[in-house]
């Protein structure tokens, strides 16, 4: 779908939060206050039908939490990235990261928010990408 304003394709953010009450929380956040160019495509609650939206949505953006009840680790968002190399991956963790970023976009992660300031900081995010691109793809491109 197409913004007929500005000529932007919409980016599709897929939601990937194991609670129902969060995750209906960060769609009607995310209806609300985006812009008209960022569409929620699709939500799941767990590590498989995470991967199932994330690619028959073409997810630009995934919002995870982690662990999933049925994934866990990098191994899950290692499969999620082979499924939708394109996506810059957001994890919603509830404390600091403890890995440094380098060590996150080794794994697969394009940046961290913690949920205490998630709906505050998760809009700049999903913007950085859909205006920056995905920083794994583009690094993963100069060195073809």
């Known amino acids: 779908m197409t913004n007929t304003i500005v000529g932007l394709r919409r980016t599709r953010v897929v939601v990937v939060e194991d609670s129902a009450p969060l995750r209906a ?9 985006s812009d008209d160019t960022v569409t ?4 799941a609650w767990g590590g498989w039908t995470a991967i199932r939206e994330a ?7 995934i919002v ?6 049925d994934q866990m680790g990098w191994e899950f968002v290692h ?4 499924m939708v190399p394109k996506a810059c991956i957001l994890l919603a963790t509830g404390e600091p990261p ?3 970023t380098k060590s996150l976009r080794e794994h697969g992660i394009c ?6 300031h998630l709906l505050s900081t998760l809009l700049q995010a999903i913007w950085q990408c859909r205006d920056t691109g995905s920083p794994l793809s583009r690094e993963s491109t100069s060195h073809e």
Do not use: Q, W
């Not at 995870?64 to 009840?69: A, G, I, R, S, T």
């Open 64 to 69: 995870l939490d982690m662990p999933m009840p």
């Open 25 to 33: 929380a960060l769609r009607a956040y995310l209806r609300r206050y």
């Open 40 to 43: 929620v495509a699709g939500e």
């Open 79 to 82: 499969r999620l990235h082979l």
């Open 55 to 61: 690619a028959t949505k073409r997810a630009d953006v």
């Open 98 to 100: 403890v890995e440094p």
């Open 111 to 116: 940046m961290a928010l913690e949920r205490s």
